[in-house]
């Protein structure tokens, strides 16, 4: 595995991560939320669902880092992000609430593809995206 790209990822992760806002507002990994919570905005209810969360999981294995349940709020969605080689071979997942989430297929990154995918339709929706 390049050396220089594992470096990196933490970089790519986090860009990702403060330019949606992510960081702000966060439920902590360990507390589990088994309701549902009503916001209020403008005399309209939005109901949050629960996302899970995983900050770095490799093929074959079980999440190493970030492992939990993180609430979406308004603004948020489920998302699962996967990085994947130049020949589709999957590389790493990571998963959780993200700000104005946006499905997007093959981003290039050096030799690696990256995809998002983004769902608010039920709690754990991306679990198996």
């Not at 074959?60 to 948020?76: D, F, L, Q, V, Y």
Request: proline residues 3%.
């Amino acid at each position: 595995m390049d050396g220089s790209l594992l470096r990196g990822l933490p970089v790519l992760l986090c860009c990702f991560r403060v330019l949606s806002g992510s960081f702000l507002n966060r439920e902590y990994a360990g507390q589990a939320l088994y309701q549902h919570h009503l916001y209020m905005d403008k005399s309209q209810f939005f109901q949050s669902i629960q996302c899970k969360m995983c900050h770095i999981k490799f093929p074959g294995h079980r999440c190493s880092k970030g492992r939990g349940i993180c609430m979406a709020t308004p603004e948020e969605a489920c998302t699962t992000g996967t990085i994947a080689k130049s020949d589709g071979t999957p590389w790493l997942t990571f998963m959780g609430c993200l700000k104005n989430c946006a499905n997007v297929n093959n981003i290039k990154w050096s030799i690696y593809l990256v995809n998002f995918r983004c769902c608010r339709s039920y709690d754990f929706c991306n679990e198996f995206i």
